[in-house]
């Protein structure tokens, strides 16, 4: 039998699997409307031999019913206590509540997003309760591992996602309007960041007719900044063209090119209609990009989307899950964007999975982790009544 490990169907085997029960429960945290599993996944779970068990409604906040789990082979529970009796491996979205813990059997497997950095009590209940936790968001970013690299499917539709809130937020049209009655000039939206999450953004508010221009301390990202049609801010002096190592990482900057930089930023963000902030750090409280002194810069009716809202945030003054107003520039902090398009951040969630799960299971069908994995062993959180990851064990 042979494990496919380097593409979605991760689980497809020549031989099918025995014994071994998957389960998906629905998530608790107020707002999640994603799930961990569809239909497609479960299908595919279910040929390869595999019990699957979905909690009754988890996948109705992404418009997936029960009956379409059933369809494609689940078997329904009630309760998350009947869905996880017996579950050698339980996938979520975010990290399992108490009575979900509780319920778990010993050496059960735990995959989600675990929010591992800020949820030490859930991480110390996992170990208490002798799971295995892996956190997803660990995940490396290598070219082996591409497939189940969940920030990068989720920032994907996250960037799209705060263009569209932002013309929702936004009192006026985003493209140029040529009519009899006049000329409707086209919106300025400045994105700030430009890793996954800000090249969509950059793409989707380019597409809605806006007048781009994004901005990152990685000289690397001027050109796929100008690949997508919008102008790259930054003072191009010599250290910034140096500003990089040969690894890919940006350098620190001298004082004087830091104050150069921020005046051209601040001259240049009141001048925006719309401004995007995405820049976050594991593990770290997310970098002011956006001062007070420039939000209050800006023209009544500009709006800023803050996607570091959960860290702290980039905008000065932001409160996640709030619009703050700020003399009539808007302040939105977004905590879980991506719940927000819940059907295909599911999709694309639940594929990271089930490409995930394929690393657990050996060739002859058993549940048989490779410690040795250079993917597992950077996801595992909690083995053996411990939590085991270097980062955290410690803190």
Excluded at 345 to 355: D, G, P, V
Aim: net charge negative; proline share 3%; aromatic share 4%.
């Amino acid at each position: 039998m042979q494990v496919h490990q380097n593409d979605s169907d991760a689980v497809e085997k020549e031989e099918t699997i025995v014994g071994l029960t998957l389960a998906v429960t629905k998530e608790q945290i107020a707002g999640e409307t994603r799930v961990a599993a569809t239909p497609d996944t479960v299908k595919k779970w279910t040929a390869a031999g595999l019990t699957v068990k979905v909690q009754t409604g988890a996948g109705l906040g992404a418009s997936i019913t029960d009956e379409a789990y059933t369809a494609a082979g689940a078997t329904i529970a009630k309760t998350v206590k009947d869905t996880l009796k017996d579950a050698d491996i339980v996938l979520k979205v975010r990290g399992p509540a108490k009575d979900e813990i509780a319920a778990l059997k010993a050496g059960a497997i735990v995959i989600a997003m675990l929010d591992a950095y800020r949820e030490k009590e859930t991480l110390n209940a996992l170990a208490s309760a002798g799971a295995s936790a892996y956190a997803m968001e660990f995940v490396p970013r290598i070219t082996r591992a591409q497939v189940m690299d969940v920030l990068s499917s989720q920032a994907n539709l996250a960037g799209y996602r705060a263009v569209i809130e932002a013309a929702n937020a936004y009192g006026k049209a985003f493209p140029m309007m040529m009519t009899a009655a006049g000329t409707v000039a086209p919106a300025k939206a400045f994105i700030m960041g430009v890793g996954v999450a800000g090249l969509q953004a950059i793409a989707t508010a380019r597409r809605l007719g806006a007048v781009v221009t994004a901005t990152d301390v990685r000289p690397a990202t001027k050109e796929q900044v100008e690949s997508l049609g919008a102008k790259f801010l930054a003072v191009e002096d010599d250290e910034f063209k140096n500003a990089q190592t040969a690894g890919g990482y940006a350098k620190e900057m001298s004082a004087e090119y830091k104050a150069k930089q921020a005046a051209l930023t601040s001259s240049h963000i009141a001048k925006q209609d719309i401004v995007i902030t995405t820049a976050l750090i594991p593990g770290r409280a997310a970098p002011i990009l956006v001062t007070k002194e420039q939000v209050a810069s800006m023209k009544p009716g500009s709006v800023l989307i803050d996607l570091a809202a959960p860290q702290g945030g980039n905008v000065e003054g932001c409160v996640a899950d709030q619009i703050v107003d700020v003399n009539g520039v808007k302040i939105i902090g977004l905590s879980n964007i991506t719940a927000s398009i819940a059907t295909d951040a599911s999709a694309l969630y639940a594929k990271n999975l089930q490409a995930f799960v394929g690393l657990l299971i050996s060739k002859d069908g058993a549940l048989a982790p490779d410690t040795e994995d250079e993917i597992l062993k950077a996801a595992l959180v909690t083995h053996g009544g411990a939590i085991v990851h270097p980062n955290l064990k410690d803190a």
